[in-house]
């Protein structure tokens, strides 16, 4: 069975600094792999998604992850975060295509002032 | 063009009662998928239907059921209800395009007294 896991589940970084939130996957072949953002008392957005094209994928509102097989990575990073970025964030993994969603347990960020 | 549409955004209902949560699809897309989410934690896969077929199915009881309208839209249903059975149900979409990935509504916050 796939699975992913997310290695924080709390990050804090001031406004103005860089964000990087890991997750690690489990697949026993090429998975397809997205980081999705849930705000308070709202629904999940897709950020960005990875289905075996390029390595670094860019996604919505600057961030962008790279695929790593090596290290069975897929972090998820911004240069620059704002307030408006703070939000949990999931790394899900497809089983099955993208009928069955797998998704981690969440890395809530926090960005100070 | 709207988003995914939920009903009712919010419910409160007593434990053994029944409850129904209803979902309208991104226009186009023929797939409709449930998950759970309880608080703290990541969304869990419940189903996920297709031209009026069940697809998949993920480790819930059978007080869990659901179905899809010729029109795409999706009913799930809940018997029996518990105390843990409170939490937000997402419903995602999807065209059948194996590249296109998951689109969320904002969920149904169900609320077991």
């Known amino acids: 069975a796939q699975s992913v896991t997310q290695l924080d589940s709390h990050v804090s970084v001031s406004e103005g600094t860089p964000v990087l939130l890991r997750c690690n996957y489990s697949s026993s072949y090429s998975p397809s792999l997205f980081w999705y953002v849930q705000h308070p008392n709202k629904g999940l957005q897709l950020l960005l998604k990875y289905t075996s094209a390029a390595t670094l994928v860019k996604g919505i509102n600057g961030f962008e992850a790279e695929f790593k097989k090596s290290e069975t990575s897929f972090h998820l990073t911004k240069p620059s975060a704002h307030m408006s970025d703070a939000a949990e964030y999931f790394c899900?993994?497809?089983?099955?295509?993208?009928?069955?969603?797998?998704f981690g347990t969440g890395t809530r960020l926090l960005v100070s002032p | 063009d709207a988003g995914v549409t939920q009903s009712p955004t919010h419910l409160i209902k007593t434990r053994g009662q029944h409850v129904t949560l209803r979902c309208s699809p991104i226009?186009?897309?023929?797939?409709v998928s449930w998950y759970q989410q309880v608080l703290g934690q990541g969304p869990q896969f419940i189903f996920q239907?297709?031209?009026?077929?069940?697809?998949g199915r993920g480790n819930f009881p059978d007080r869990f059921s659901a179905r899809q309208f010729p029109n795409y839209s999706s009913e799930l249903n809940v018997n029996a209800l518990l105390l843990g059975d409170s939490a937000l149900y997402l419903c995602a979409s999807s065209s059948r395009d194996g590249n296109q990935p998951q689109h969320f509504g904002d969920g149904t916050r169900l609320s077991i007294l």
């Open positions: 239907y297709y031209e009026k077929e069940e697809r």
């Open positions: 899900v993994v497809s089983e099955r295509g993208f009928q069955k969603l797998v």
């Open positions: 226009s186009g897309h023929k797939s």
